[in-house]
């Protein structure tokens, strides 16, 4: 389900994010292991702008699955509340919160 979430949130992910929550996004995805040191410089050195390096890593997660899309919608919620409301991701009181009982545990205040 959390893949179908991205999948639905893209457009406004790629215009939204800045470098910041990107940087922090791909240290997150290399640390948890849904991105390896290759693919995280991929994002990171061949795209030119915040936008293409946020297009690139948001299919890169989708690619990768729900648990992946997971992860990256959980960084998010913790380290960019701005970007999550952006986003409309849950804050404790989504219709779609039942995401594995995860946003229970991770709330963006």
Not at 45 to 55: F, G, L, S, Y
Request: glycine content about 6%; charged content about 30%; proline content about 5%.
């Amino acid at each position: 389900m959390a893949d179908k979430v991205l999948k639905e949130k893209r457009r406004q992910f790629i215009r939204s994010v800045g470098p910041g929550t990107i940087n922090g996004l791909l240290d997150e995805l290399l640390e948890k292991r849904v991105l390896n040191q290759e693919e995280m410089e991929k994002v990171r050195d061949e795209n030119a702008t915040v936008m293409d390096k946020a297009r690139a890593l948001i299919d890169a997660v989708i690619r990768k699955g729900p648990q992946a899309s997971r992860i990256f919608i959980m960084h998010i919620c913790n380290d960019d509340c701005h970007l999550a409301q952006t986003l409309e991701l849950p804050s404790g009181k989504g219709p779609w919160l039942r995401l594995e009982l995860l946003y229970s545990l991770y709330p963006c205040a």
